[in-house]
């Protein structure tokens, strides 16, 4: 291993901790350490600070500190180079961490000898066409189409593989991955789905319609939702705003041509992670 990378949860302080003794333990043996721009004043690790820009290339793997919105932001970061992601949990849920944070200094050895396991994870490509243009991005979890506000219903027309399925009128969309099935889906009463699925899920939010169930889609499938009147709707990739639509602007997701590759113990991880967080019991 020869060069590492760290992305610390800005405000918590027990991540920045962590960085910084992740950063003198790899440095002892001679592994090069980067810390994206963002990260590096408030960590204390400005010497180790490289644009975002090239902040992944030729890394070896990267070690995300905090919760999943900083394992989501570490994905924006390293994505699409194909650079494992080890979460380390400073946050609370974690549902993408593979370590708690008392366990990184017993797991830095087997990182470095390349003892760790890669679950590759799909990826959503969103693709945001209107009059200002055309622009493609890539989520992890989901992208979410949702009224801007209080108020009134948004209207969209969903169709899928080019053909028109139905009109939404509720308070938005989600459009998830397997992976996002926890995420926002999961609050909208949506399924849980192993992330060992490559799959699209649409997810109503507070459907005002008798049709309110949710729909697992195949990889190879596209969905493309219309902004069909005059209210003003707002875009969400991976908790990140990317915008407001308007009438007539759509948005086409589809699976990404790459995975995103998250270190993870056993593949059986996620079943675990599942009793574990909501305190199920085996009988």
């Known amino acids: 291993m020869e060069a590492v990378g760290l992305v610390a949860h800005h405000e918590r302080a027990i991540a920045h901790d962590l960085a910084r003794r992740a950063r003198a333990w790899f440095e002892e043996r001679s592994i090069e350490v980067r810390v994206p721009e963002s990260d590096a004043g408030p960590a204390g690790l400005e010497d180790c600070a490289v644009a975002a820009a090239g902040f992944a290339k030729g ?33 609370q849920l974690g549902y993408l961490s593979a370590i708690e944070a008392s366990e990184l200094e017993t797991v830095l050895p087997r990182l470095v000898r390349g003892e760790f396991e890669v679950s590759e994870r799909m990826m959503l490509e969103i693709v945001v066409r209107s009059a200002r243009g055309e622009r493609r991005e890539f989520a992890l979890n989901e992208a979410v189409v949702e009224k801007v506000g209080a108020g009134r219903l948004i209207r969209l027309l969903v169709s899928i593989n080019g053909t028109p399925f139905t009109t939404y009128a509720a308070d938005g969309v989600i459009v998830a991955t397997a992976t996002g099935s926890t995420a926002y889906s999961f609050s909208a009463r949506g399924p849980i789905i192993s992330p060992a699925h490559r799959c699209l899920l649409l997810t109503p939010v507070s459907p005002h319609m008798l049709f309110d169930r949710a729909l697992v ?52 991880d996620f079943h675990q992670l599942l009793k574990a967080k909501f305190g199920l019991t085996d009988r």
Do not use: Q
């Open 217 to 268: 889609l195949g990889a190879e499938e596209e969905l493309k939702l219309l902004v069909t009147d005059g209210r003003p709707v707002a875009l969400t990739i991976d908790g990140r705003a990317a915008g407001e639509l308007e009438s007539g602007d759509e948005i086409v997701c589809r699976a990404a041509p790459a995975a995103a590759r998250l270190v993870a113990r056993r593949p059986d």
């Open 59 to 91: 890394l070896d793997l990267v070690l995300a500190l905090g919760g999943d919105g900083t394992m989501l932001r570490t994905v924006e970061l390293v994505y699409p180079e194909p650079v494992p992601i080890l979460g380390v949990n400073a946050g």
